[in-house]
């Protein structure tokens, strides 16, 4: 049975960083994608950042600058926030794509920017 563990949030204020982790188990196949989706109350889940098995990055406009995310091995994905703003309040969902096209999510993790 796969699993991602998504892990890092917490209580920051505007300006500050936090950075996300993820991991992932259980899997007999490799995964081509991996990244993060969040998901502010009263709104629709949206994509933050993914990479994909080649390293290739996509951002979402607003965190462009600010965000990074990277990838060790096959089965790890990390999401460096700086710059921290209030609208960035989330919960954060660790996402992942293996080769068979079986999407699968984390538990989410809540990001919470405020003074």
């Known amino acids: 049975q796969v699993q991602l563990v998504d892990s890092g949030g917490g209580l920051v204020q505007p300006g500050g960083s936090l950075r996300l982790s993820c991991v992932a188990s259980g899997s007999i196949f490799s995964f081509n994608t991996m990244g993060w989706y969040r998901q502010a109350v009263g709104k629709e889940r949206e994509l933050v950042a993914v990479v994909t098995s080649d390293r290739t990055k996509l951002y979402a406009d607003s965190v462009k600058g600010r965000f990074t995310i990277s990838r060790d091995d096959s089965d790890l994905v990390y999401l460096q926030m700086n710059s921290l703003k209030p609208e960035d309040t989330a919960v954060y969902y660790c996402?992942?794509?293996?080769?068979?096209?079986?999407?699968?999510w984390g538990q989410g993790t809540q990001v919470t920017v405020s003074s």
């Open positions: 996402t992942a794509v293996s080769t068979m096209a079986n999407r699968y």
